[in-house]
């Protein structure tokens, strides 16, 4: 076996009797763009720090190539980072803030020039070498944090919510600029954040946070087709949860009473499972379908609102117990002109697509 | 039309605002800048009309040394006190706030304190039986008592000591303001704690540092209770000479003139730091 590029083995923090971390562990690929996702509070930022130095686990290791990284203190890391805040150097200009590190690094000053020229050059602030921190705009000045946390071609980057700070808009367009710098530099990234389609739109990989573990690590669609726990089937992608009853179950497939005599057979089941043990059932908005007419495996509804979204559907249902399940139907779907709001339907949906987590 | 209402407007706001400090415009013309004109005419009128006493002043070796001296002790205390009060300044920045609170207050306590009796308290510590040196004796550190009072290191400890306050609270208020994600950020570039000091911590102090040392500075130009007691006779400050022209010699000419440079040095200063560390107008 190959020995990973950057290995984190089994980190925990404890503030005194605060837990922040309790156990995580991970392997991360050279170039590979990590994405830490989850809740406020579930130990991302924690997790990094470790990573960067500014905190030292209560108990685990770090391995970058093999070596331990612990013992070194964080200036001797050379691990790049951009912080939540702005954190560029009120005192200098733009220039010599992404000189800073070479400076310290006490590089010939041709050599400082061309590398601040090109670092500027990478985030496309060509000419902005003068200018004080405090005359530019948000988003610049973290373009500037990324330049000065780049020049020294570090072997990992950190980035902790750095776009957190700035307008939809203005963070669109710097994540397109995130993912095309890592393509053009190959540096690993460990990207925090607690916004979903910030993750899925910059990571190769994902690795979903909650109360200070990983619930799961995974690719975007791995994450959204196979959730390994309840807590990422509801935080990646939308989703409705019914209360089921395990009938059976067999090979990591269950037959699943929904109450009401409805019964479902052969849902992906998750978590330890016995015969009549409880169960949530997880169903994606867009993986279900609706009939007008009686069908004798599905779930019976009544209609209470159907929106009109574009491309798309959105349909509210709601079980006789009263449990609320959304629905969006492609534009143009058979059953959209025949519903009515207050009117009966039956819910349908293919039990592969469906997950159990017990 | 609409415009002489306005500047109407404006007029009688501006005369009532006026108005309201009269008072106290009165009272600061009356108890600050009456005395100091009347000064100045006695420093140019007496004994006679003319410069004589300011020719006196500035063309005495016995008096440059009064100046020299001054500046020298003045410039010694505002260095003493910022190296000693910065790292002080800093601890009570980083603490915890309910540790910082008692600091502080011991410290503004200390403030409170009467200046004859911390200068009294001083003598007797420094003295060559005082404890100071009976300690260092009986550490076996030192075999001769060492002479800290009544010379410039006894000026400079009483009043290093009385200053530290005025240096410690606008340092303090300046690193508060500085976000520690900007320390954590430079150490990731590489640089260690010393570097982290001289390249960031350092030059974002300035500002605190440049109102602290003038405050002491200016402040301690017209020292007189602690170099009187704690100074020797061969290194008298501006104020005592001051006292003396006008207590026992009773020459008022000379007493003004040694006053108005004292004061118009203090104002030159004053311009010095509103021009380049007014923190209103940014730095
Ligand atoms: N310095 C600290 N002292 C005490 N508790 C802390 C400290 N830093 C973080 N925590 C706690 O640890 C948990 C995880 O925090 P953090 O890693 O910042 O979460 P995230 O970045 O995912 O929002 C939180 O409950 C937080 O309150
Ligand atoms: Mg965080």
Redesign the pocket.
Known sequence: MTQPFLSINGIRKN??N?T??KNVSMDIAQGEFMTFL??????????LYILAGFQDPSGGDILLNGQSLLSTPSHKRNIGMVFQRYTLFPHLTVGENVAFPLRIRRRPQAEIAERVKAALKLVRLEGFEDRMPALMSGGQQQRVALARALVYNPPVLLMDEPLSALDKKLREEIQFEIRRIHQETGVTILY?T?DQEEALRLSDRIAV?SQ?EIDQIGTGPELYSNPATRFVAGFIGDSNFLDATVVTSNAGKAKLALGDGAVVEGVPLHGPSAASSRASLMLRPERLSLSRVSVPSGIAVTVRDITFLGNNVEVSTATPAGVDLAVRLPFGHEAISSLARGEQAWLTFDTASAHAFA | MAVTVVTGAVKTKRGATLGYLLPALLLIALFFIVPVLMLLMRSVLEPEVGLQNYKALLGSTTYLRVFLNTFLVAGVVTLVSIVVGYPVAWLLAIMPQKWSRIVLAIIILSMWTNLLARTYAWMVLLQRTGVINKTLMGLGLIDTPLALVNNLVGVTIGMTYIMLPFVILPLMGVIRTIDPAILRAAALCGAGKMQCFLRVLLPLSLPGIAAGALMVFVMSLGYFVTPALLGGTSNMMLAELVAQFVQSLVNWGMGGAAALVLLVVTLALYAVQLRYFNPARGT
């Not at chain 1, 989850?38 to 997790?47: A, C, L, M, R, W």
């Open positions: 503030y005194g605060v922040a971390v989850g809740p406020s509070g579930s130990g991302k930022s924690t997790t925090v607690h946070f200070g």
